[in-house]
């Protein structure tokens, strides 16, 4: 006998890129910096000890609001936190979609999405990108069912992005909120975190992992009108970031000389891996994000994944019905990159 609801004794969980408990790797898989943190962060840290953890954290984290406020040029009430991204896509799930109800998503993208909407008891409607990576007309079809739409922007695990102007068209005729899910933005040439301000339905979801170097931190905000945010707010748990985070994420922010000097860095090492990936005949995307998406039909893509891990560097290997396998490899450093394509050149 089961006691949990049959959603949860359907589901497949999602499972997470592989993250190795002892020993050194080369990690190319998780799209994590490379690249250590702000000082700042750690400063912060240590003022938010002296200072004590007897007393429960600030329950929306109005540093950081006011601090991201000043950043996207909105007010404090257009800003909400989370412990990572994923806990307010976790949370637009519970807000904005009932059992049986549709959420729609492209594919290939994000699976974490899908899981969400079956724990929900929903349905999670996958259109397909074309073949460039654009949107179909389909993607903006309206359904009597539609409650929520899903659009990482740049996606995983091509790196490829939908223009901004796209994304208000789309938003424009869905009768629904869509949720722009920009993880990777800080590596892309735009973004929408502006465009909340002029359409009410769209919600842009930030996550300090990436960019900020703060995958181990957990922390997220969302940019969405203040008729949403303070909907949302009544969904989220009540303490939801701790003090120590909400510290550390303000500090990392604060930091933009930082941000700026460690995204040249990868977007520098990012140019060079995908030439260089292409001259070992990979079809390799052109990406927006801190990773790369490798195809190549001729070539036997798990014997690398393998051989590479065999040489304790991680990168992920994916495999989509209907779309076909890849490899994603993470931005490192240029030492990294240059040993992981030094072992792939022996491997083909």
């Keep these: 006998m089961s006691y949990f609801r049959p959603a949860i004794d359907e589901l497949t969980g999602y499972v997470p890129g592989e993250q190795p408990a002892a020993g050194k790797f080369i990690k190319l898989n998780t799209n994590e910096n490379p690249y250590p943190c702000s000082s700042a962060v750690a400063r912060a840290i240590e003022g938010a000890l002296r200072g004590g953890l007897a007393r429960y954290p600030d329950a929306t984290a109005t540093a950081f609001r006011h601090r991201a406020a000043e950043l996207h040029g909105v007010e404090p009430e257009w800003i909400m936190c989370g412990n990572g991204s994923d806990e307010l896509l976790t949370i637009l799930v519970r807000a904005f979609v009932g059992e049986g109800q549709l959420i729609r998503l492209p594919h290939p993208s994000y699976v974490l999405y899908k899981t969400l909407a079956r724990i929900q008891g929903a349905r999670g409607e996958e259109v397909a990108f074309n073949s460039d990576w654009s949107l179909p007309a389909a993607f903006a ?63 842009v979801t930030r996550t300090l992992s990436k960019s900020y170097g703060l995958a181990g931190l957990r922390f997220g905000y969302l940019i969405a009108h203040p008729r949403l945010i303070a909907g949302l707010m009544k969904v989220k748990d009540s303490y939801n970031c701790d003090t120590l985070s909400i510290a550390a994420a303000t500090a990392a922010i604060d930091d ?88 792939i050149k022996g491997l083909i």
């Design 256 to 343: 933009q000389q930082w941000l700026a000097e460690t995204r040249r860095k990868i977007l520098d090492t990012r140019a060079r891996m995908t030439d260089a990936l292409r001259k070992l005949g990979f079809e390799a995307v052109d990406s927006q994000a801190n990773f790369v998406w490798n195809t190549q039909p001729e070539f036997e893509l798990p014997r690398i994944y393998q051989g590479l891990k065999e040489q304790r560097i991680l990168v992920r290997y994916m495999n989509y019905p209907r779309w076909g396998d890849g490899l994603r490899i993470s931005v490192g450093t240029d030492s990294q990159i240059d040993a992981c394509l030094g072992v």
């Design 141 to 203: 079809k309206g359904d009597k069912n539609l409650r929520l739409v899903f659009l990482p922007n740049p996606n995983s695990p091509s790196g490829t992005m939908v223009t901004p102007e796209a994304v208000r068209e789309l938003a424009e005729q869905l009768p629904c909120p869509l949720v722009v899910d920009e993880a990777y933005a800080d590596f892309a040439e735009s973004h929408c975190a502006g465009l909340p301000r002029d359409c009410d339905n769209v919600l």
